[in-house]
């Protein structure tokens, strides 16, 4: 896409979303706050002009990113505020075409951060890197295999304290309090997610702390999602 003369592309907008990210972090929307590339949600639009969600941030054209806070974005549509910061991030609709989005654009998002989530997964087990079953997690995770433990949202508490337990000893932090993240999906969507049955609880290989690991790329995932739906009731922290 070329840039008309004198216009200068932004930390909150992209020529495409293939092209290479420039710097780590852009400027939500809304409030202006920088806020790291892989925390935040870009916004793009379709050949119809309405504004769709791109957590992969594959979608080509501008994108507008916003902060991953359900809250904030919800008091914006509702106050007219979102309208106004995507006039002006999108410079109107796309040749002409009005700028849409529906009410129903939070929902829109945390679906389809969901849907990222749970793609990640499966493409981590089908490349070796998610242990499944608490028995062998918590074997895994008392020798320090496990990078990154998470939990079904309707988990019982004793299994997720036994296995807490176990991260904390094969993570050498034991009496420090850390636990797995509980996430917003529960067994079932994690079932869906993993083609397996039941699943539970499960551990990730890998430093969580670098974003090329197993771990590290579904703790992204993991994180967006969890700030998204935090000022929710029932809202998880997302892994440290």
């Known amino acids: 896409m070329r840039t008309p003369p004198n216009e200068r592309l932004t930390s909150d907008i992209v020529d495409t ?7 780590s972090e852009r400027r939500c929307v809304l409030s202006g706050s920088p806020i790291a590339r892989d925390e935040a949600i870009r916004l793009a639009i379709s050949p119809t002009g309405e504004v769709l969600p791109d957590p992969q941030a ?3 054209g501008r994108g507008a990113w916003i902060a991953p806070d359900r809250v904030a974005l919800e008091t914006a549509i509702a106050e007219g505020h979102l309208k106004r910061a995507l006039m002006r991030a999108f410079k109107g609709g796309p040749e002409g075409i009005p700028l849409s989005y ?3 654009l939070p929902q829109a998002i945390e679906a389809a951060l969901k849907r990222s989530l749970a793609d990640r997964l499966g493409l981590e087990l089908r490349g070796g890197n998610i242990v499944l079953g608490s028995a062998k997690i918590e074997e895994h995770a008392r020798t320090g295999r496990i990078a990154l433990l998470l939990h079904a949202s309707d988990a019982s508490e004793d299994g997720r304290k036994k296995l807490d337990q ?5 993570t050498d932090n034991e009496g420090s309090g850390a636990r797995g993240t509980v996430l917003p999906l529960d067994r079932d969507a994690l079932s869906v997610a993993l083609g397996r049955e039941n699943v539970v609880h499960l551990g990730v290989s890998g430093s969580h702390r670098s974003p090329k690991s197993a771990a590290g790329r579904v703790g992204q995932a993991v994180t967006r999602l969890c700030r998204f739906m935090a000022s929710k009731a029932g809202g998880s922290d997302p892994p440290d």
């Open 17 to 23: 979303a293939d092209s290479p990210a420039s710097g």
């Open 166 to 170: 176990a991260w904390r000893v094969g």
């Open 102 to 104: 529906s009410d129903d």
């Open 58 to 60: 594959k979608a080509p």
